[in-house]
């Protein structure tokens, strides 16, 4: 996937969550099943997910290279990032602490996604000022996946918010 393809992705995968969580009643917003997180609690993970992306993407090049090291290897391709994470979760990998949701307050449902969907936009921004070289020399710490490459990060964006969609959907059967 090049950059352009990534950022339509994004903008395409997150505006369904969101479209998804805006158009439940207020009722099925907050509802959860023992053990599993509400579409409040899934809309507020992937919140807190995206930040630190935004926040690693918006530092100097240079930097991301001091602090993270240039990647030692090639960028997987979508589906075997997906593979990879998925593995990681079947082997009992869970959200670190940081990462999980909050019960969130009255009118989280459209302000919340409104944000989210506002950090996405800043995501891509950022992304189109990187080159398709960048996306795979660069890399980031993902706290389930170890180092990946700035492509691999956002290949594993994308899937995050299909996940959670599906996480809502199943959760609302």
């Keep these: 996937m090049n950059k352009q393809e990534i950022i339509q992705r994004l903008h395409t995968q997150y505006g369904q969550f969101c479209e998804l969580v805006q158009n439940?009643?207020?009722?099925?917003?907050?509802?959860?099943?023992?053990?599993?997180?509400?579409?409040?609690?899934?809309?507020?993970?992937?919140?807190?997910?995206?930040?630190?992306?935004?926040?690693?993407?918006?530092?100097p090049s240079f930097l991301l290279r001091l602090i993270f090291g240039r990647a030692k290897h090639a960028s997987q391709d979508y589906d075997t990032l997906v593979k990879t994470y998925q593995a990681a979760l079947a082997n009992g990998g869970k959200s670190?602490?940081?990462?999980?949701?909050?019960?969130?307050?009255?009118?989280?449902?459209?302000?919340?996604?409104?944000?989210?969907?506002?950090?996405?936009?800043?995501?891509?921004?950022?992304?189109?000022?990187?080159?398709?070289?960048?996306?795979?020399?660069?890399?980031?710490?993902?706290?389930?996946?170890?180092?990946?490459?700035l492509r691999e990060l956002m290949y594993f964006t994308i899937y995050h918010a299909q996940h959670h969609q599906r996480n809502v959907e199943m959760g609302l059967a």
């Design 96 to 149: 670190p602490k940081a990462y999980e949701p909050k019960v969130p307050g009255e009118g989280f449902q459209s302000y919340g996604a409104e944000k989210l969907m506002q950090m996405i936009a800043g995501l891509d921004r950022l992304l189109d000022s990187l080159s398709e070289s960048e996306l795979d020399t660069l890399q980031a710490p993902h706290p389930l996946l170890g180092k990946l490459t």
């Design 24 to 59: 439940l009643s207020p009722e099925a917003f907050i509802f959860h099943r023992e053990g599993k997180w509400s579409a409040a609690q899934q809309l507020d993970h992937l919140i807190r997910s995206v930040r630190p992306v935004v926040l690693g993407l918006s530092l």
